[in-house]
């Protein structure tokens, strides 16, 4: 299995409602990231889990959260998002570390998110 | 900043001719990554090319790197309709975070492929 899953693909909310994007793979990576992308622009990384641990966090607003409860799953809760959060969320996985580090990276299909 | 810069942005050509995308760096790197994306969908990976190799081939796909120059590119010969996509660089530097060599990808801004039948 060389997937990874986003869900779900579509989600629309309100400033004050709290949401919860999805992701998960099978691949037995050990390293998982979360990217935003808008229109017309290249993926801005967010964060990076490695080894369920968060690795990196590129100063994302506090109003974005998030968490890896085992090696295959990873979530990303919203609160309190504000129009301009609105984007497509990219999930991704890859190896992990050591020689393999920096190698391919597996993306998901995404979650189109619109904030109203 | 370590992200590559693309060009041209926007390439447009009809079936049958090759696409010709370049990305240049700043910064060093561990090796380049050529990523496509369809329209609103997840990115794909296409080929890797490490900062010792010069050129790489994958089916139509032919990857250069000038480590001296900063900077890469990517030729898909033949094109087809179903190229049509946006193609970006990725530069990867690895770091080291509690005793782990991690690795992350820095994007160029990506070059849009219009292929027309």
Known sequence: DTEVTQTPKHLVMGMTNKKSLKCEQHMGHRAMYWYKQKAKKPPELMFVYSYEKLSINESVPSRFSPECPNSSLLNLHLHALQPEDSALYLCASSQGGGELAGNEQFFGPGTRLTVL | ?117
Request: a positive charge; charged letters at 20%.
């Open chain 2, 1 to 117: 900043s370590q992200q590559g810069e693309e060009d041209p942005q926007a390439l447009s050509i009809q079936e049958g001719e090759n696409a010709t995308m370049n990305c240049s760096y700043k910064t060093s790197i561990n090796n380049l990554q050529w990523y496509r994306q369809n329209s609103g969908r997840g990115l794909v990976h296409l080929i890797l090319i490490r900062s010792n190799e010069r050129e790489k081939h994958s089916g139509r796909l032919r990857v250069t790197l000038d480590t001296s120059k900063k900077s890469s590119s990517l030729l898909i010969t033949a094109s087809r309709a179903a190229d049509t996509a946006s193609y970006f660089c990725a530069t990867t530097r690895r770091y080291s975070d509690r005793g782990s060599t991690l690795g992350r990808l820095y994007f160029g801004r990506g070059t849009q492929l219009t292929v027309w039948p």
